[in-house]
């Protein structure tokens, strides 16, 4: 969606687009007199438009705001500068068609007769929900990095402990390196009961790791369980508790370039069911269900945790979601198992000192392993 919008009087409104004006059509389009006289409908961005509602309609009281998805316009829209004002404003050449117009908001004045924008449209706005559908991008991951004969089955291991132990036992070698501004992250690869299986920390965050994601896939891999820890917001959850993520709410940015703008994204059904299918048969008891992913856990308020808390999330993290979004974009398949670590559900924090449960996070990996390659 791309939102433009357009300065209207209420009675302008009404009467353009009444049934009654026109008897050949049930719901006639919008049109404005300055179809007539410049052969266009001015338009702005959100951006834009306070500045020709202030200098030409301050204090009028009966104003509308058409809110229009530019992408479902049938007529031209050109983007220029008419004026010499030094901006380029949308211009709808023809009449809007009113399946374009997503909805009319009221434009009242302030007290001394200035404009501000209405805060549902400063949000509809939001540069996070302009969602490309294209699945080329100026960069692809795959026109910088070549696919290697790697496993197609991969654990992202967020435990640096596990993965360093086995490196110096001889199970992992490196097979390639990928990298960041931090240094190289090395890709390594073992080898289970006759089958290959990648194996890579993803770092921490959702950019981070989403990017991590899809460069493995181009690399080769299709099959993903990732391994890690994870706050908890149910009394319920100790402190090393094993939780299968089904649903991820979306309070973090990644996952808004790969899906649509959304509340939720979902695990892949064929992954939850490897995850229990594994557990079950170790007897590992777990819990699945909904978990909070946020890009910022220094601003998990106690009203938020609260708020998630009703929403039925479990847990809290930083990567679930955005992983979902990259393997339902990508068409890949991608599940997660976590275990409890601090707690969030009393008067003040506690660590529960989780990042030293050394054989938990053991434990987990290899429960992952074994998941991700039942999916073989």
């Not at 992992?172 to 920390?201: A, C, D, F, T």
């Not at 449960?357 to 992952?368: G, I, V």
Request: hydrophobic fraction near 40%; include cysteine.
């Amino acid at each position: 969606m791309n939102l433009i919008l357009h300065i209207t009087t209420r009675s302008d409104w009404e009467t353009s687009t009444s049934t009654s004006s026109v008897n050949t059509v049930s719901h006639p389009p919008y049109t404005a007199k300055s179809l007539q006289t410049e052969g266009f409908i001015h338009c702005s961005t959100p951006a834009q438009v306070l500045m020709p509602a202030n200098a030409m309609f301050k204090g009028q009281t009966d104003l509308l705001l058409l809110c229009i998805d530019e992408d479902l316009v049938a007529a031209d829209v050109v983007y220029e500068d008419c004026y010499e004002s030094g901006t380029a404003f949308p211009h709808i050449y023809g009449p809007i068609n009113l399946d374009a117009v997503l909805g009319v908001v009221d434009f009242p004045p302030n007290a001394d007769g200035s404009f501000n924008l209405p805060t549902l449209i400063t949000l509809a706005a939001a540069p996070i929900l302009n969602f490309d559908p294209n699945p080329v991008a100026v960069l692809q991951p795959e026109h910088i990095l070549q696919k290697q004969d790697i496993s197609e089955y991969c654990v992202l291991c967020f435990f640096q402990g596990v993965i360093t132990e086995l490196v110096e036992n001889g199970r992992l070698h490196q097979v390639y390196q990928l990298g960041s501004e931090r240094g190289p992250n090395p890709v390594y690869e073992m080898e289970v009961e006759g089958k290959r299986i990648v194996v890579m920390h993803p770092n921490v965050g959702a950019p981070i790791a989403a990017g991590f994601m899809d460069e493995l896939i181009a690399l080769g891999c299709r099959t993903f369980i990732a391994a890690g820890g994870c706050g908890v917001l149910s009394q319920e959850i100790g402190a090393g508790h094993v939780i299968i993520p089904t649903t991820a709410v979306r309070d973090e940015g990644t996952s808004y370039h790969y899906l649509l703008a959304g509340e939720e994204v979902f695990a892949s059904e064929t992954a939850v069911h490897a995850l229990k299918t594994t557990l079950d048969h170790h007897h590992v008891p777990y819990v699945t269900g909904k978990t909070w992913t946020t890009d910022a856990p220094y601003r998990e308020t106690r009203k938020l945790v609260s708020q998630r808390q009703a929403e039925g999330c479990l847990t809290v993290e930083m990567e679930t979601a955005a992983f979902f979004a990259v393997a339902q974009f990508r068409g890949v398949t991608f599940g997660q198992i976590l275990y409890g670590g601090d707690d969030l559900t009393g008067d003040e924090w506690d660590g529960r000192s989780w990042q030293k449960m050394r054989s938990t996070r053991e434990k987990l990996f290899w429960l992952a392993v074994e998941s991700c390659l039942r999916l073989a």
